[in-house]
């Protein structure tokens, strides 16, 4: 699958606020008629005042609970080119509730050490 995000970024110790991209492909394997096994990996770009790029690997897990609702926990590690952002190992839980075949609102919560990102918004299945 690929898939795509555009979200704002609250740094802890009141380091600043920035703008986030992402980009990336991964795949999903069945682990029982409910649950999947997720890998993704992404680039990333952060503009807070100045453009940072990395890169984002996670994996965890995916259930579908009913026909509209699944929703996801993973782990994962962002790495960075430069000083300005720190690389980081983060959780992400989240939640997608399907209004058609293609469309969707999903929330979406990245918690690391050094950043807290929150996204909530239109999701769009193809």
């Known amino acids: ?31 029982n008629d409910r649950w ?21 690997a996670e994996g965890g897990v995916k259930g579908k609970f009913t026909p509209h609702l699944e929703a996801w926990l993973m782990a994962g590690r962002s790495n960075w080119n430069d000083e300005h952002f720190h690389d980081q190992t983060f959780v992400r839980a989240g939640i997608l509730y399907e209004l058609n075949h293609h ?14 990102e929150y996204f909530v918004g239109a999701s769009y299945l193809f």
């Open 1 to 31: 699958f690929l898939y795509g995000n555009g979200s704002f970024v609250a740094f802890g110790h009141g380091a600043g606020k920035a703008d986030a991209l992402r980009a990336g492909a991964g795949f999903h394997t069945p682990l």
């Open 36 to 56: 999947d096994l997720v890998v993704r990996g992404a680039v990333q770009h952060l503009d807070e005042g100045h453009k940072s790029y990395g890169m984002q």
């Open 103 to 116: 469309w969707g609102v999903t929330a979406d919560a990245v918690s690391g050490k050094h950043e807290t």
